[in-house]
């Protein structure tokens, strides 16, 4: 994800409207998986987003209990580095290269 500075307002704002989203989501698939794409995808984007402003050490806990509440396990960075490495490679050795 780019570098980017996000307000507080705007951060709290958009908490407001996707957290319901998410419990929504959840309480209709039984699980905060969201799909890339379709009508799912602004959702999917926000969790992408909460996910990277918790790395900061001044991510609200509140924000991260009701999030873990819901089932949802936050990944650091270099967890996500290492499986996406970890697929290049797979993909490299399906074709050859």
């Known amino acids: 994800m780019r570098a980017a500075r996000f307000t507080a307002a705007q951060t709290l704002e958009t908490w407001r ?8 989501f959840r309480a209709e698939h039984g699980h905060v998986d969201v799909p890339i794409g379709g009508r ?17 050490p001044d991510y609200p806990q509140r924000r991260r209990e009701l999030l873990e509440a819901q089932g949802y396990v936050f990944t650091a960075r270099t967890e996500n580095m290492r499986l996406w490495r970890l697929r290049i490679g797979q993909l490299l050795s399906l074709i050859h290269i």
């Not at 409207?17 to 929504?24: D, E, F, S, V």
């Not at 999917?44 to 402003?53: D, G, K, S, T, V």
């Open 40 to 56: 799912t995808e602004s959702l999917r984007r926000w969790l992408a987003l909460e996910n990277w402003l918790a790395q900061s």
């Open 17 to 24: 409207r996707q957290y319901p989203r998410l419990k929504a």
